[in-house]
């Protein structure tokens, strides 16, 4: 073998390493989410929003696969925004998704990562998603869905290993931003409608511990 060539070889590495499809890079970022069943978590939730005041909040969440969420206060409200929540698996919806492709690599917050773009259905509408997902540890370090009608999201999340296992938000920042509404005139002269930041913080995870569903019911029937 020529040596310039084996001198390429060497430095590529095996063939095909790093050429993962993006349903490849996808599932190994699932089974990080996966081996988590069910957990509880405290949280200090902060909300900065244009058209309402949300005080700052210390809630308690309990999560269950592959969807369920239930929030406790100790001040008897507890309020947590779906579309900023990011708790269980938050590529869920785009891993059963279509038209999904690697972009191209980029580094967060000192990160490589692969870009992943691809759409989805989520509650009867079809959205457009790309994520972040570092090549290290396979965890989705930003995101970003637009839907054909209602809101758009743009994440950042940080994580921790808990009980030297589970990889876990520690900091999640979602900004969520509103379309104009159906009946708005684009001529009329109007305030501009800012976005709204959820901020989440994390602390003191219990993982797997078999929560009853129980726990859930409430605010399921209430739903």
């Known amino acids: 073998m020529p040596l310039v060539l084996l001198t390429v070889l060497m430095l590529a590495g095996p063939l095909g390493a790093g050429n993962l499809t993006a349903k490849q890079v996808l599932e190994k970022a699932g089974r990080n989410y996966d081996a988590v069943r069910d957990y509880t978590v405290d949280a200090k939730l902060t909300v900065d929003s244009p058209s309402m005041h ?12 592959p969807n369920k969420v239930h929030v406790e206060s ?14 269980g698996n938050p590529l869920r919806d785009m891993a059963a998704g279509s038209d999904l492709s690697v972009e191209r690599s980029e580094r967060v917050s000192g990160d490589d990562c692969y870009v992943i773009k691809g759409t989805f259905q989520h509650e009867e509408r079809s959205a457009q998603a790309t994520v972040w997902i570092d090549k290290r540890y396979f965890l989705a370090r930003r995101m970003s869905v637009n839907p054909e009608w209602g809101p758009s999201v743009s994440a950042k999340l940080w994580y921790m290993k808990v009980g030297n296992k589970y990889w876990l938000p520690r900091r999640t920042e979602a900004t969520i931003s509103l379309p104009p509404m159906p009946d708005e ?3 009329a002269e109007r305030k501009p409608r800012g976005p709204t930041i959820v901020k989440l913080s994390f602390a003191n995870y219990r993982v797997n511990t078999g929560l009853n569903d129980k726990v859930f019911q409430k605010q399921e029937g209430s739903r």
Do not use: C, S, T
């Open 185 to 187: 005139n684009p001529d």
């Open 54 to 65: 949300v005080p700052e909040m210390k809630i308690k969440v309990f999560y269950k696969k």
């Open 74 to 87: 100790k001040d008897g409200f507890a309020m947590l925004p779906r579309q900023g929540a990011l708790v």
